[in-house]
């Protein structure tokens, strides 16, 4: 089981956007004196934005999610802000 996905972005704002519009809801995080972040938890596994700082943004990747019907959700495959694949399902 994942339990934690972060995707370290130089696009922090435009990346929360895209998911947000997907379905995905964030929380505004720090921890000690790490960088200011956001965070949405689907079921058991946290899913986490990070600016990418010293680390390289996360590179090609391809993320899947099932997500309950609302408005605005467009099941399919999407491309987020860095170029990264989201297939999106939407669960009846």
Known sequence: MIDLIVV???RVEECRAFYTG???????ERHGTG???????LGSTVF???PAGDRPPT???RL???LPSGPGREPGRHT???GRTVD???SA
């Open 59 to 61: 590179g090609r990747l």
């Open 8 to 10: 370290y972005t130089e």
């Open 35 to 41: 960088p200011e972040h956001f965070s949405a938890t």
């Open 88 to 90: 999106l399902r939407i």
């Open 22 to 28: 997907l379905g995905l809801t964030f929380e505004k």
């Open 64 to 66: 899947g999610f099932t």
């Open 48 to 50: 986490e934005l990070y």
């Open 80 to 82: 987020d802000p860095d």
